[in-house]
């Protein structure tokens, strides 16, 4: 029987439970037939965190936004960060995003 194969497009890998579980949980997606997994980044401090993710996991690969909702004080900083990113980066993001259209926080 031929295994289905998915690519996830929204998995917040770098928070709990993910973080910390990485090979267990990349060993349980690819189980399942995910193939590949978008990791949007939801704030500036958060960018790192996701770059780092997909440098050591070929299977994750990274965009980078801001969630509207994680922009404070500090956003003309956030931008111009996410800006640089952006062109540093060009050739390895898969997307620009989180953006957050749903405006949600838990």
Do not use: N
């Not at 295994?3 to 993910?18: A, L, N």
């Not at 965190?49 to 936004?65: I, N, S």
Request: aromatic content about 8%; proline content about 7%.
């Amino acid at each position: 029987m031929h295994q289905p194969r998915f690519i996830d497009t929204h998995c917040h890998f770098d928070f709990p439970p993910f973080f910390g579980q990485e090979q267990q949980s990349l060993h349980l997606a690819a189980a399942a037939g995910v193939e590949r997994i978008l990791v949007p980044s939801v704030a500036a401090e958060r960018f790192a965190d996701v770059l780092m993710l997909t440098e050591c996991y070929p299977m994750l690969h990274a965009a980078l936004g801001l969630h509207p909702i994680a922009i404070d004080q500090h956003q003309d900083e956030d931008v111009d960060l996410l800006q640089q990113q952006l062109h540093q980066h060009c050739a390895t993001l898969a997307a620009v995003g989180e953006i957050g259209l749903d405006a949600y926080m838990p």
